[in-house]
């Protein structure tokens, strides 16, 4: 068995080792090289493969920034590991830990200080590792190479057939909008200048990027899958927002000091109305918290699967 560099004739014999031990996220060769190979911070070196019998058994891919995120910068002391597997049929060998062993040491002989895994921005595929769907890999993580886990994020799925806002929510809406002067109207391009700096000052450089993301699709006559931007205002001022595309929902925020009113509430049911009216009959999103889950499971939404999100001090 041998550790190397990814080489471009690999691509094949790696996403057969990412389906076949990534049974839960398989991704087609597009996503492959439009989020792997297109991304600005990969590099090779950070993709080692193992090859045994002549062919990719296992391979590690670890990030570390080379173009700043906005004001994030560079992130010097950061790295993170968003898909990693070892073939089923050479699995329990040290194949695994042979890779992580050369990956790991790679990202500390650059000067990196911690490793997560997995929410790497832009190109994260889902948040960590799925607990229920690969029973052996935290054991392996956590005995084997030294990870922690530090929190959870549940990922959550609604069917839209059918979808209804329930009375108590029109009501309240009335009730936001008579008393309190709030709105919610879909995002148009006078609540631009507000909107953008609203979102990096209440919710980061990461917000803002999958936000101008839509954006631009969505102003730029891009067509594809639908979006749905809904802007909240009270008495004028950008409050909260909501952002949907395809079957993808969210991300949407309220500002700090607006919470429970119910704004995010009402941005909820509404996405989810238009989305079901546009006949896009499924909701997900991947990372949430058991707080929001609770809001969410009022909207119909159920628990698909749980993550853990690990960390590493090298
Ligand atoms: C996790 C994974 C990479 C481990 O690869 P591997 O080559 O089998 O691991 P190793 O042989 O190096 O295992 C080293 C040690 O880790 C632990 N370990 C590995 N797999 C384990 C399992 N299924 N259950 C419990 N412990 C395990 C053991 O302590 C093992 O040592 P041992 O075999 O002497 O007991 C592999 O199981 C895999 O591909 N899993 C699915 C992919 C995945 O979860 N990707 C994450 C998506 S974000």
């Known amino acids: 068995m041998q550790i190397r560099p990814y080489q471009g004739a690999d691509e094949a014999g790696l996403l057969d080792v990412w389906h076949a031990a990534m049974t839960h996220d398989r991704i087609s060769a597009e ?7 297109l991304d600005p911070n990969f590099h ?3 993709l080692p493969v193992a090859v045994a019998d002549g062919r990719v058994v296992g391979f590690v891919l670890a990030l570390a920034r080379q173009v700043p995120l906005f004001l994030q910068g560079l992130e010097p002391e950061r790295a993170w590991i968003t898909a990693f597997g070892v073939h089923p049929d050479y699995q329990r060998r040290g194949i695994g830990r042979a890779l992580f062993g050369h990956a790991l040491d790679r990202l500390a002989g650059e000067g990196r200080k911690e490793v997560a895994i997995s929410p790497y921005v832009p190109n994260y595929f889902v948040p960590g590792v799925d607990v229920n769907a690969y029973p052996g890999t935290l ?3 956590k005995g084997a190479v030294g990870f922690e886990e530090l929190y959870r994020a549940i990922s959550m799925g609604a069917d839209l057939t059918g979808f209804q806002i329930p009375p108590d929510i029109l009501a309240l809406e009335r009730r936001r909008e008579q008393e309190d002067g709030v709105t919610i109207r879909p995002v148009t391009s006078a609540d631009l200048p507000d909107l953008m700096p609203f979102l990096v000052e209440h919710f980061g450089w990461d917000w803002f ?3 101008q993301e839509y954006l631009l699709q969505y102003f730029g006559g891009g067509g594809g899958s ?5 802007v909240a205002r009270q008495r004028g001022a950008v409050v909260g927002f909501c952002q949907q595309r395809g079957e993808r929902f969210g991300p949407f925020g309220v500002r700090p000091d607006c919470r429970n009113l119910g704004i995010g509430r009402l941005l909820l049911f509404r996405c989810l109305s238009i989305m079901s009216a546009r006949h ?3 909701a997900y999103f991947l990372w949430t918290g058991e707080d929001a889950a609770r809001l969410y499971a009022l909207a119909g939404f159920k628990r698909r699967r749980e993550f853990a999100i690990l960390r590493k001090t090298l």
């Open 139 to 141: 054991p392996f993580l």
């Open 209 to 211: 990027r999958h936000a």
């Open 226 to 230: 639908p979006i749905c931007f809904l």
């Open 31 to 37: 996503i492959f090289r439009t989020q792997v190979l």
């Open 280 to 282: 896009v009959f499924y």
């Open 44 to 46: 090779p070196e950070r």
